[in-house]
């Protein structure tokens, strides 16, 4: 793929989102896909790696594609030493903003199979809010299954909506996260 960086994530923001049913062997995926980053990955660089999204939650359907967020302390040497590693072992590499087109930037790596469909997503992040709510997210729907239903029928009804358009897909989600997110911590400053 071609073109600036921009240019490229455009065209992933195109392709088509379809909503599997939860597959058993994602969590394989993700620990097949772990024990190859810890070869990758210095252990003082890494400071934490978790199998997030809703690949993470058993029975939740989602977008086949196992997302792994590794939390690092160094974004820059990720960029200068482990990226070439990642792409060599077949990963696409973008150095990708966070939010918008500004910085903070991170480090995103796409997998795909054979038939050149994604299969993971790896973000390589600094440590911070925004890599623990992901975990809380992924928490509070594996402990309460009415709440990922809900979020099952949520994305059945966006990735309808918006089929080939992942940035509209992703934001029509932001709310709902939200709301989850206030709900799980406020159950854990009651506990």
């Known amino acids: ?56 939650v058993p029975g939740l359907s989602g977008k086949p594609i196992v997302d792994v967020q590794v939390e690092v302390n160094d974004l820059e040497r990720v960029r200068e030493t482990i990226a070439p590693l990642m792409e060599e072992a077949g990963y696409e590499f973008f150095w990708r903003p966070t ?49 990922s239903a809900r979020y099952e029928a949520l994305k059945q009804d966006l990735a309808k909506r918006f089929p080939k358009d992942r940035a509209s897909y992703t934001a029509n989600k932001g709310s709902y996260v939200s709301e989850v997110l206030r709900k799980a911590r406020g159950e854990k400053m009651r506990k």
């Open 1 to 56: 793929m071609a073109g600036t960086t921009k240019d490229r994530i455009s065209a992933l923001d195109r392709e088509r989102i379809a909503i599997a049913p939860y597959d058993a062997n994602w969590p394989l995926l993700y620990t097949e896909i772990e024990k190859q980053i810890k070869q990758m990955v210095p252990r003082q660089l890494m400071q934490r790696i978790s199998h997030i999204g809703s690949t993470a």
């Open 99 to 147: 939010m918008g087109d500004a910085a903070p930037f991170y480090a995103w790596f796409i997998l795909r199979n054979e038939a050149k469909e994604r299969i993971a997503h790896v973000h390589m992040v600094e440590s911070g809010q925004a890599s623990a709510d992901r975990i809380v997210f992924r928490d509070y729907l594996r402990s309460h299954p009415e709440e």
